[in-house]
Structures are given as structure tokens and as C-alpha cells.
């Protein structure tokens, strides 16, 4: 494709640092070292420290993370878990696995859970709320809800795949509750080579379960202590992350640079509803996955910015999880998730963007509203 500017640039970020990654690939190689090496130990310990939790375990992907905490923390059959449909399927699908039901809540302006609906969605049944940290920032007013989960007796395990590094009121994402779950899928804030992800945890003896969990249900020797799965990070990975994650405070850094161009250029535009832009002060430090706003003419907008080589996306395709007939989850309301939905898009957001790119994104975008909103007008005000 002739695209001048890409959704995502996997090759450049490659490029970058190509000599690095491959000696750490010829070294692990070298050493044999494919099944829970001591890269996993150290990425484990590295991670725990980035985050701000005691440990971190781990495992295949992000969904294997979400699962097995829902599972340890004993959520199955009956229970309820309340969480968003504004997120990745896998957030739900996890939760019907273990023969749950998920419970959702609308979201709030910022896009996230609205925190002030959790209270009214509690039954007797629920169990867990699973709250998600998405494009790089925590649900507004985390503290409610860790008040709510206690006043209730509820699990909070934090889907946190979107937001590593981010921070509310000086605390991390994955820290809030029992645990928080963290992606490692190539196109995130930390990406490996393939699927990685963990878990993060202060329980010592909740870490203790998840690692016997992600391995087939053993301990330090063979001895088989519970019905596990394999769920293991490879030791590939975690040796590339050790390594990618000596960048990731300069990467973040860099997506709040951009998230700061696209606030100061495109917040006078009124058809347009950005994102809660970085601030130094305040709550939320955001670290910004996704760019993700709201546009009237969505669909103009995006033919506009195809047409001149600019790649978006919708997220998840445009729908919200109860929005796939397939899955059957029936009539829930959500007006805020529908209507957000219908205008929602993602502009390019990496650290390899560099200014010119994200300029012409921008003069685009402007000239679309500018110029093109008036034809547009004119020829729905004529159907
Ligand atoms: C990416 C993502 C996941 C799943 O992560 P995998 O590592 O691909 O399993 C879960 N939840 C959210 C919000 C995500 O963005």
C-alpha cells in the first residue's frame, strides 16, 4: 500500500534498534533458554518495579492474564462481573469462559467506565468488576471504586492491557485492586515480537496460585498441585521486553508530545470531541495508546483521510462488545457507548510518527472541516 502515513509502522520500530534485537535473540537462542528462563524472572521482577507492584507473573497474552485472575480469584458459575463494552472482546469473553455473566456499565465522557453507575449494576451475585484502563488512561475517580469494591466486597482486577505506565493520583495502572493485567501484543505501549502479557500483584499468595496456574499447575518441581493450563510467557519475549522496556518511559513521553500537537490543533475544530489532553499536574498522567475522538461525519472524515493516505482505524471495527449479534448477549442499553461508537475513531499514534507526519494528519483533518463540512451540509439539507 501507498499509504503516506500508517496506522501502525511494526518494520520501523524493528528498524530502529535491529542491532539490539538481534543479539538478544542470538544470545537467548545461543543459551537454550526457550521455556520460563531467568529472562522471565528478570522481565517479572523489571516490570513489578515499573508498575509499582510486588510482583508480576508471566503469562501467553493479556486475555491468559484476565482469565486466570478471574479464576483464581474464584469467579465462575452464578457470579456476576461488572465491566465495559467499550473494550476488547477479550475482556468479556474471559468472564463468559469461566461461565460468568458480565454485567456492563455505560461510559463516561473520557470514554471509560462511568464509575458512577457501578453501584446501581451491583446484585447479590456480583463478584468482581472489571474496569478498563483504556487508550493509556485509568477510569476517572479510581478511588470510588476501590471504595465501592470494598463497601460491597468486590474483587477489582484491572484490565490494564492499554495503559502500562499510566498514572492516577500518583498510582499506577494494574494497582488498584487484586490485580491488574498488562498486553504485550505488538501494537501496544510495550509490544513484543508475537503475544505476550502478565499479571501484577501485591498478594504473594495469589502470585504463588497464577504461577502454578500458567504452568500446567506446578510449583518449583514436578509435582502437579492444582488444575492448571499452559499459559506461559516465552522466554524469547521476555528478554526482548527486558530490553524494550528500558525505552518505554521515552516512548510514552513521545505519544504525549503527539497527543499534545493534536490537542493544540485540532481543539478549536467543533464538530470534533478530542480525548482529556496530557497534563502535567492534576489526577491523570495518561500515556496515550490509542488517540481516540469522537467526529461528526465520521465517515467523511475517514474517506477524507484514506483518500489522502492517511490510515485510522475504528475501534474494534466500530462496535461494542454487546453490539455482535453472534455472541448473543441480548438487549442491554448503553445510549453513551451506542452513540460514542457511531462517531468514534483513532488517529495514528506511535513514538516512530514523526512531526511532519502528524502536521500533515492534522492539516488534513482541518481542511476536511474547513472546507469540505460545507458541501457535506449543503447536500444532506438537500436529501
Ligand atoms: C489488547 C487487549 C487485550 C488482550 O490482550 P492480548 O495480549 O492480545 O490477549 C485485552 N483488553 C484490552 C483492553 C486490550 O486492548
Given at each position: 500500500m501507498n499509504s503516506r502515513v500508517k496506522y501502525f509502522d511494526y518494520p520501523l520500530q524493528y528498524k530502529i534498534n535491529k542491532t539490539e534485537y538481534i543479539e538478544i535473540i542470538e544470545e537467548v537462542l545461543s543459551r537454550g533458554?526457550?521455556?520460563?528462563?531467568?529472562d522471565i524472572s528478570k522481565f517479572e521482577e523489571n516490570l513489578a518495579g515499573f508498575v509499582g507492584s510486588k510482583f508480576a507473573i508471566g503469562v501467553g497474552n493479556c486475555t491468559d492474564a484476565l482469565l486466570l485472575s478471574l479464576h483464581a480469584a474464584g469467579i465462575g458459575a452464578g457470579d456476576e462481573v461488572i465491566t465495559v463494552s467499550h473494550t476488547f472482546v477479550a475482556t468479556v469473553e474471559v468472564i463468559k469462559f469461566l461461565g460468568a455473566t458480565p454485567v456492563f456499565v455505560d461510559i463516561a465522557d473520557d470514554h471509560n467506565m462511568n464509575i458512577e453507575l457501578v453501584e446501581s449494576a451491583i446484585t447479590p451475585k456480583t463478584k468482581a468488576i472489571v474496569p478498563v484502563q483504556l487508550n493509556g488512561r485509568i477510569c476517572a475517580s479510581m478511588d470510588k471504586l476501590v471504595d465501592t469494591a470494598e463497601k460491597y466486597n468486590l474483587i477489582i482486577i484491572e484490565d490494564s492491557a492499554q495503559a502500562i505506565g499510566a498514572t492516577y493520583k500518583g498510582k499506577g495502572a494494574g494497582t488498584f485492586g487484586l490485580a491488574g493485567c498488562f498486553s504485550f501484543y505488538p501494537a501496544k505501549l510495550l509490544g513484543t515480537f508475537g503475544d505476550a502479557g502478565a499479571i501484577v500483584t501485591d498478594n504473594e499468595e495469589f502470585a504463588e496460585k497464577l504461577r502454578m496456574l500458567r504452568n500446567h499447575g506446578r510449583g518449583t518441581g514436578t509435582d502437579i498441585n492444582l488444575w492448571g493450563l499452559n499459559c506461559r510467557m516465552d522466554n524469547l519475549h521476555a528478554a526482548i521486553l527486558n530490553y524494550k522496556l528500558t525505552h518505554l518511559s521515552q516512548w510514552i513521553k513521545r505519544r504525549r508530545e503527539i497527543a499534545e500537537m493534536y490537542n493544540d490543533e485540532l481543539s478549536g475544530i467543533r464538530e470534533l470531541r478530542l480525548p482529556p489532553p496530557p497534563v502535567n499536574s492534576g489526577g491523570h498522567y495518561d500515556v496515550f495508546q490509542n488517540y481516540e475522538l469522537e467526529a461528526e461525519y465520521r465517515d467523511n472524515l475517514v474517506s477524507h483521510l484514506n483518500e489522502r493516505g492517511i490510515e485510522i482505524m475504528l475501534p474494534w471495527g466500530g462496535k461494542g462488545v454487546h453490539q455482535f449479534n453472534a455472541l448473543g448477549i441480548g438487549k442491554v442499553k448503553l445510549p453513551k457507548t451506542e452513540d460514542f461508537f457511531k462517531k468514534a475513531l483513532m488517529l495514528p499514534m506511535y513514538p516512530e510518527l514523526n512531526n511532519n507526519q502528524i502536521r500533515y494528519i492534522i492539516q488534513v483533518v482541518k481542511d476536511f472541516y474547513g472546507v469540505k463540512i460545507s458541501a457535506i451540509k449543503t447536500s444532506l439539507s438537500s436529501v
Open positions: 533458554a526457550y521455556i520460563l528462563g531467568k
